[in-house]
T-cell receptor, first 111, second 115 residues
Framework: TQLLEQSPQFLSIQEGENLTVYCNSS?????LQWYRQEPGEGPVLLVT?????EVKKLKRLTFQFGDARKDSSLHITAAQPGDTGLYLC???????????FGPGTRLSVLP | GAVVSQHPSWVICKSGTSVKIECRSLDFQATTMFWYRQFPKQSLMLMATSNEGSKATYEQGVEKDKFLINHASLTLSTLTVTSAHPEDSSFYICSAKDRLYNEQFFGPGTRLTVL
């Protein structure tokens, strides 16, 4: 069974600070996706990374896929209160298995 | 962009009744749809995978007779919670896998409260 771990579980920071969230596994994934979910809503896809070592940028968010495709990171620069939410990583296995979700990182950005 | 809708957004029912939740992909075809359950402050737990025209595949521990899934078309899957009980109260979220881009898009979720 492929499992994903995320760290930290909770993060509370001040507006303007930088942060990094990690998603790790002992398994290889064909792709990893990052989602952001707000209370009472469904997750919203932020990015999909497919190639080992890949780096993608989305405004103040930078996503990296590990060389071995077992881990990924999300870095947010100059966090804003609007970044508050639950950040989930999800991986699809090499054999087209269902998506596996990590437990999530709950981010709170204080004004 | 790809949009997935769910209906209803929230429902309150009495114990013992059945509730049907619809999941629709509005602007793309989805051969595969997934049903998740999420408890407060927890991550998503996959309940079942629904493939168009075939029986759903349920995750271990999920009762298929209690959570009936029908995926009758490439744009619609339904989840029926039969004989609902208070412990079935949860946030149910569906997702649809885009046929072309192989990405998963989520619906807004349905909050079920069983009294």
């Amino acid at each position: 069974t492929q499992l994903l771990e995320q760290s930290p579980q909770f993060l509370s920071i001040q507006e303007g600070e930088n942060l990094t969230v990690y998603c790790n596994s002992s398994s290889v994934f064909s792709s990893l996706q990052w989602y952001r979910q707000e209370p009472g809503e469904g997750p919203v896809l932020l990015v999909t990374v497919v190639t080992g070592g890949e780096v993608k940028k989305l405004k103040r968010l930078t996503f990296q896929f590990g060389d071995a495709r077992k881990d990924s990171s999300l870095h947010i620069t100059a966090a804003q209160p609007g970044d508050t939410g639950l950040y989930l990583c999800a991986g699809e296995g090499n054999y087209g298995q269902n998506f596996v979700f990590g437990p999530g990182t709950r981010l709170s950005v204080l004004p | 962009g790809a949009v997935v809708s769910q209906h209803p957004s929230w429902v309150i029912c009495k114990s013992g009744t059945s509730v049907k939740i619809e999941c629709r992909s509005l602007d793309f075809q989805a051969t595969t749809m997934f049903w998740y359950r999420q408890f407060p402050k927890q991550s998503l737990m996959l309940m079942a995978t629904s493939n168009e025209g075939s029986k759903a595949t349920y995750e271990q521990g999920v009762e298929k007779d209690k959570f009936l899934i029908n995926h009758a078309s490439l744009t619609l899957s339904t989840l029926t919670v039969t004989s609902a009980h208070p412990e079935d109260s949860s946030f149910y979220i569906c997702s649809a896998k885009d046929r072309l881009y192989n990405e998963q898009f989520f619906g807004p979720g349905t909050r079920l409260t069983v009294l």
